[in-house]
Each structure stands twice: as structure tokens, then as C-alpha cells.
């Protein structure tokens, strides 16, 4: 099992920058893609950012030049690296990690951004 615990989240205004960490303990698939997603008050669950254990990256076209997505692999952690916020960026941020080698589909408890305008 992996178990997923975001954090960095919090309160910034207009045109700010946050950084989102997602740890990963457990036993971690031997090929995996990580992805941060977001939800808004009474939205659906959207696709943020990807990045597999290649290091190839995709992200939404709402954030493209915007936010950055990496991971560190000897420390089994994903970030987010979010600048220029905009008040539509305001969601509960999830990582998630989807591999083979264990099989595994997980997510983490979420992490609240909060951008001001």
C-alpha cells in the first residue's frame, strides 16, 4: 500500500506563490505517474499536473506557465510549485499516484489554497 500526505497549502493573495509537497511512503510502484489534481467549491475533481517516473510532464492548459510539477525520487516526494495564483486557482489540491509493480490507485487527504484577489 502507498499512503500519500500533501501539504503546503494555505492563504496567499493575488499574483503569490505557493510550493505543494506530496510525500509517498509504503511500498512505491516500480513505474507511476504522479498527478495533482484540484476541487473547487461544488466542481469536479480537474487535472492539474502529471509527471511519470520519466519525468515526462503534462499539465492543463489553465496553468501552463504557471505552475510547475517535479518530483524527487530518493525522497519519494512530488511538488507543485504554483506562482502567479489567480482567485480561480482557490480548490482543495489532491496528489495522486497511479502505477504497475504493485498495481496501486491513491490519493491523498488534500490540501486547501486559498488565493485572494
Known amino acids: 500500500q502507498v499512503q500519500l500526505v500533501e501539504s503546503g497549502g494555505g492563504l496567499v493573495q493575488a499574483g503569490g506563490s505557493l510550493r505543494l509537497s506530496c510525500a509517498a511512503s509504503g511500498i512505491t510502484p516500480r513505474f507511476n505517474t504522479i498527478g495533482w489534481y484540484r476541487q473547487a467549491p461544488g466542481k469536479q475533481r480537474d487535472l492539474v499536473a502529471t509527471?511519470?517516473?520519466?519525468?515526462?510532464?503534462d499539465s492543463a492548459d489553465s496553468v501552463k506557465g504557471r505552475f510547475t510539477i517535479s518530483r524527487d525520487n530518493a525522497k519519494n516526494t512530488a511538488y507543485l510549485q504554483m506562482n502567479s495564483l489567480k482567485p480561480e486557482d482557490t480548490a482543495v489540491y489532491y496528489c495522486?499516484?497511479?502505477?504497475?509493480?504493485?498495481?496501486?490507485?491513491?490519493w491523498g487527504q488534500g490540501t486547501q489554497v486559498t488565493v485572494s484577489s
Open positions: 509527471i511519470n517516473n520519466f519525468n515526462s510532464v
Open positions: 495522486n499516484i497511479k502505477g504497475i509493480g504493485p498495481q496501486v490507485d491513491a
